[in-house]
């Protein structure tokens, strides 16, 4: 069964920390991997990786897959209160079938 | 950006009772889906549409039916809704290949059914 796994669920940093969320997937033919920003209710699109080692920049936002070890990572710099939310992963089921998302990671940031 | 509309954004039901979550996109996408997601818990799929006249279940078993008559509409109706429906009800779109993976998302349903 196809699933993805974030870490840490939740994570609480103050103003200007860096943190980094954590994403690992088991997917048969595996095309790519989704990182969404969860604010209140609708996911907002944030990045979409196909190739290994190649890293995706938004402002203070960065990801990177890595599809030997089979991992995703998202990188914010310089956090704001604005960057509270929860973060999903999210990778496409095998064949032509939606996204599989992990729990989410859910980020605190306090001033 | 694709426009993703969900009504209504709040519902408190009764038990027992037929409801529709309406959810419609004005961006021609063929394909859109129906997520369920608890409270701090991950989103699951519980049907898609491909296109016209095609519906599937998805990964979660849903008492919930959906209907595609037309492209731009994909409502969801619980026929007799029960207290563990309450959860948020997200639809989302997405557009042709190669960006197909790319899912956006309406605002949500939050039902909560007494």
């Known amino acids: 069964e196809d699933k993805v796994v974030q870490s840490p669920l939740s994570l609480v940093v103050h103003e200007g920390d860096t943190v980094t969320l954590n994403c690992s997937y088991e997917?048969?033919?595996?095309?790519?991997l989704l990182w969404y920003k969860q604010e209140k209710k609708a996911p907002t699109f944030l990045f979409m990786l196909t190739s290994s080692g190649i890293e995706k920049k938004s402002g203070r936002l960065s990801s990177i897959l890595d599809k030997k070890e089979l991992f995703s990572i998202l990188n914010i710099t310089a956090t704001q209160t604005g960057d509270s939310a929860v973060y999903l992963c999210?990778?496409?089921?095998?064949?032509?079938?939606?996204?599989?998302f992990g729990k989410g990671t859910r980020l605190s940031v306090i001033a | 950006e694709a426009d993703i509309y969900q009504t209504p954004r709040y519902l408190v039901i009764g038990t027992g009772k037929k409801i529709t979550l309406e959810c419609s996109q004005t961006?021609?996408?063929?394909?859109m889906y129906w997520y369920q997601q608890d409270p701090g818990m991950e989103l699951h799929l519980i049907h898609y549409s491909y296109g016209v006249n095609s519906t599937e279940k998805g990964d979660l078993s849903s008492e919930s039916t959906v209907s595609r008559i037309r492209t731009e509409h994909f409502p969801l109706t619980l026929e007799s809704a029960r207290p563990s429906h309450t959860s948020q009800y997200l639809c989302?779109?997405?557009?042709?290949?190669?960006?197909?993976?790319?899912?956006?998302f309406g605002s949500g349903t939050q039902l909560s059914v007494l």
């Open positions: 989302a779109s997405s557009p042709p290949r190669p960006s197909n993976e790319k899912l956006f």
């Open positions: 999210a990778s496409p089921n095998s064949g032509n079938t939606p996204l599989v």
């Open positions: 961006m021609g996408h063929d394909k």
């Open positions: 997917v048969t033919n595996f095309r790519s």
